[in-house]
Protein backbone atom coordinates (compact mmCIF):
# COMPACT_ATOMS: atom_id res chain seq x y z
CA UNK A 1 0.00 0.00 0.00
CA UNK A 2 2.99 2.32 0.48
CA UNK A 3 3.39 2.25 -2.96
CA UNK A 4 -0.07 3.38 -3.49
CA UNK A 5 0.54 6.86 -1.88
CA UNK A 6 4.04 7.37 -3.29
CA UNK A 7 3.03 7.27 -6.82
CA UNK A 8 -0.08 8.16 -6.61
CA UNK A 9 -1.68 5.25 -8.16
CA UNK A 10 -5.80 5.49 -9.44
CA UNK A 11 -5.93 1.78 -10.79
CA UNK A 12 -4.23 -1.15 -10.08
CA UNK A 13 -4.97 -4.18 -12.88
CA UNK A 14 -4.93 -7.68 -12.34
CA UNK A 15 -6.08 -10.47 -13.96
CA UNK A 16 -9.52 -11.80 -13.23
CA UNK A 17 -9.40 -15.16 -11.56
CA UNK A 18 -12.14 -18.19 -11.11
CA UNK A 19 -10.87 -20.17 -8.34
CA UNK A 20 -12.11 -19.71 -4.73
CA UNK A 21 -8.71 -18.49 -3.11
CA UNK A 22 -8.01 -16.60 -5.90
CA UNK A 23 -11.63 -14.89 -5.70
CA UNK A 24 -10.45 -14.14 -1.71
CA UNK A 25 -7.36 -12.36 -2.82
CA UNK A 26 -9.16 -9.85 -5.02
CA UNK A 27 -12.15 -9.23 -2.73
CA UNK A 28 -9.31 -8.08 0.02
CA UNK A 29 -7.48 -6.32 -2.79
CA UNK A 30 -10.43 -4.58 -3.09
CA UNK A 31 -10.73 -3.80 0.56
CA UNK A 32 -7.51 -2.64 0.91
CA UNK A 33 -8.03 -0.37 -2.18
CA UNK A 34 -10.64 1.56 0.02
CA UNK A 35 -8.15 2.24 2.93
CA UNK A 36 -5.73 4.46 0.38
CA UNK A 37 -7.73 7.42 -0.30
CA UNK A 38 -7.06 10.07 -2.75
CA UNK A 39 -6.90 13.49 -1.12
CA UNK A 40 -8.25 16.14 -3.06
CA UNK A 41 -4.82 15.31 -5.19
CA UNK A 42 -6.99 13.73 -8.15
CA UNK A 43 -8.98 16.79 -8.88
CA UNK A 44 -5.56 19.04 -9.94
CA UNK A 45 -4.33 16.57 -11.71
CA UNK A 46 -6.89 17.27 -14.94
CA UNK A 47 -7.07 13.26 -16.61
CA UNK A 48 -7.70 12.17 -12.99
CA UNK A 49 -10.92 13.85 -12.71
CA UNK A 50 -12.76 11.65 -15.01
CA UNK A 51 -12.12 8.82 -12.63
CA UNK A 52 -14.30 10.61 -10.01
CA UNK A 53 -13.14 8.33 -7.44
CA UNK A 54 -11.82 8.61 -3.74
CA UNK A 55 -10.03 5.77 -3.89
CA UNK A 56 -7.81 3.72 -6.38
CA UNK A 57 -9.95 1.23 -8.31
CA UNK A 58 -8.78 -2.26 -9.11
CA UNK A 59 -9.56 -2.87 -12.75
CA UNK A 60 -9.59 -6.86 -13.72
CA UNK A 61 -8.75 -8.13 -16.79
CA UNK A 62 -10.02 -11.46 -18.25
CA UNK A 63 -6.83 -13.68 -19.54
CA UNK A 64 -7.22 -17.08 -18.41
CA UNK A 65 -8.24 -19.17 -21.63
CA UNK A 66 -7.45 -18.90 -25.06
CA UNK A 67 -11.02 -17.54 -25.98
CA UNK A 68 -12.38 -14.62 -24.34
CA UNK A 69 -15.47 -15.36 -22.27
CA UNK A 70 -17.37 -13.17 -24.98
CA UNK A 71 -16.33 -15.19 -27.38
CA UNK A 72 -17.34 -18.52 -26.49
CA UNK A 73 -20.58 -20.14 -27.87
CA UNK A 74 -21.43 -21.11 -24.35
CA UNK A 75 -21.22 -20.13 -20.46
CA UNK A 76 -18.05 -20.38 -18.74
CA UNK A 77 -20.11 -22.81 -16.56
CA UNK A 78 -20.76 -24.90 -19.45
CA UNK A 79 -17.10 -25.09 -20.61
CA UNK A 80 -16.69 -28.73 -21.68
CA UNK A 81 -13.64 -30.44 -19.51
CA UNK A 82 -12.09 -32.07 -22.23
CA UNK A 83 -10.49 -29.98 -25.19
CA UNK A 84 -11.35 -32.19 -27.81
CA UNK A 85 -15.73 -31.72 -26.93
CA UNK A 86 -14.07 -27.62 -27.20
CA UNK A 87 -12.39 -27.46 -30.27
CA UNK A 88 -16.02 -29.55 -31.81
CA UNK A 89 -18.34 -27.10 -30.66
CA UNK A 90 -15.48 -24.15 -31.96
CA UNK A 91 -15.13 -25.74 -34.95
CA UNK A 92 -18.00 -27.16 -36.04
Known amino acids: MQLLY ?15 EELIVEK ?9 KLNGRQATVGVY ?11 LVWGSTMYHLDDL ?11 TQFRKVNRG
Request: charged share 20%; with cysteine; glycine share 0%.
Open 73 to 83: PFSAAQLPDVY
Open 6 to 20: QIFLLQVFAQKETCS
Open 28 to 36: LVKKSLQKV
Open 49 to 59: ESLNSQYPRLE
